[in-house]
């Protein structure tokens, strides 16, 4: 086989979020899912795994694995616990965080908004009150103003679509609403803060005399294709579903100016829709144990298509596969980075690969149970101990040859070839779904 190189300054890191890998008492609304039962297993957001207080070998654990870039959020309700009073302490901590990834040679991105919202904002109308907007700027400057000489990338909101609709059209967040109505008044109200975060963010900098920052938001995409391609009604289906939920919130900032520096992709599956609005996936491909296909060829479909369409230079912040152990994810990440190769081969703009996760997370459809992480981490212990899974010996092998070489799938999935994708899938994803 031959190797497959990235052009040179790719940058190759991992992500996280904050509610989900910080652990200890935060007030947001996944504090509040935890008392109310609703998070699989039981699974508690304060005993997740601790890179609060463990942030230093953890990024010591990063520099293993040659991280050029290393995307965390910073929580919101960890910041302003109560409205308009700001916990310095927490901020110089993020600050600590933040100087570390520096000094480890990694570039920090850090995410502004990732589904999650202090009680004191939900108990004030959340994202129905347009004043959200105005409390989330406020977060954002006081955040800009502590981090900006550090921070040269920021996100403004991670997976908005997805987002406002788990709170506003399925009901699985909080407010546990199900109402259209509701959902496209969030969604405008996440673009116009997306416009005024960016707008903030830049006067920031300007003001204090730092670099231009680049600012983005992470957009969950997904190849869009109805169920029947036969069918009129499935294809009038399809058709407003990718308007509402692939295209609405992007195409809303645009509107408003060129208020984007760079289109962040979430990746994970491709979906049909059914009329007259029901989510379906392909059976032909095998499944990951978060019941999603698993399709590397929709990666390139994703990538070139958002190049194509936008012109924006994108940057992948999530792409990984949930499951028991480490069976599925080498020939998982060795699939999606050649499509990913295959991207830029064919004229897509794409500069950075973060793979979900750094290590292992709460999931709140799975609790604890779901192991995305390219280290281990043992959550029923004290210790929280970690191991560097196989994963993550090739992911760093592949960031430091900057792409794939023979000698990588040599020493990691000997059967691997590029176009061994859906071809051997019954013996790379045998374990798929189990």
Same mark, same amino acid.
């Given at each position: ?113 990732? &589904? ?151 990746? @994970? ?34 990538? /070139? ?32 980075? @050649? ?14 690969? &973060? ?49 794939? /070489?023979? +000698?990588?799938? +040599? ?15 019954? /013996? ?7």
């Amino acid at each position: 086989m031959s190797s497959y190189i990235f052009p040179k300054g790719f940058l190759w890191g991992s992500s996280t979020s904050a509610w989900q890998v910080e652990g200890g008492p935060i007030d947001n609304e996944y504090r509040m899912l935890h008392q109310q039962g609703l998070i699989a297993g039981g699974s508690d957001p304060e005993q997740s795994a601790g890179f609060w207080t463990r942030y230093e070998s953890d990024i010591g654990l990063m520099r293993q694995m040659h991280h050029g870039s290393f995307r965390m959020s910073v929580e919101w309700a960890r910041v302003e616990p109560e409205e308009g009073r700001f916990d310095e302490e927490a901020i110089r901590h993020y600050r600590r965080i933040v100087e570390a990834v520096v000094k480890a040679g990694i570039l920090p991105v850090v995410d502004l908004h990732h &589904h999650s919202n202090p009680l004191w904002v939900c108990r004030d109308g959340g994202w129905m009150n347009p004043r959200v907007v105005q409390k989330l700027q406020g977060f954002a400057r006081r955040m800009a103003e502590a981090l900006g000489d550090l921070v040269g990338v920021w996100l403004t909101i991670n997976e908005p679509t997805i987002w406002a609709a788990e709170a506003y059209f399925t009901g699985e967040l909080p407010p546990h609403a199900r109402s259209p109505r509701k959902f496209f008044r969030c969604l405008d109200l996440l673009a116009k803060a997306h416009v005024v975060l960016y707008e903030t963010l830049n006067e920031v900098h300007a003001r204090r005399g730092w670099p231009k920052p680049a600012v983005g938001f992470a957009h969950a995409a997904h190849g869009v294709d109805p169920f029947d391609s036969r069918n009129p009604l499935d294809k009038i289906a399809s058709k407003w579903f990718r308007s509402a939920f692939e295209e609405r919130f992007l195409s809303s900032i645009l509107k408003k100016g060129r208020t984007i520096d760079l289109l962040g992709i979430n990746y @994970y599956f491709c979906m049909r829709i059914r009329f007259p609005l029901s989510v379906r996936f392909r059976t032909d491909l095998p499944m990951t144990k978060e019941g999603w296909p698993i399709d590397p060829h929709g990666f390139h479909r994703v990538l /070139t298509g958002a190049w194509e369409r936008y012109r924006i230079p994108i940057w992948v912040m999530e792409n990984g596969v949930g499951e028991d152990d480490d069976e599925l994810r080498p020939g998982f990440i060795l699939d999606h980075v @050649y499509q990913m190769h295959r991207a830029i081969r064919d004229g897509a703009d794409v500069r950075a690969y &973060h793979h979900w996760a750094t290590m292992d997370t709460l999931e709140y459809r799975k609790g604890f149970a779901m192991r995305y992480g390219l280290i281990g981490v043992e959550m029923e212990s004290a210790e929280k101990t970690r191991t560097m899974r196989a994963s993550g010996k090739m992911y760093g092998e592949i960031a430091a040859a900057n792409g794939i /070489t023979e +000698q990588i799938v +040599q020493r990691h999935v000997p059967d691997w070839t590029p176009d061994s994708f859906p071809k051997g899938t019954s /013996t790379r994803y045998s374990h798929a779904g189990t």
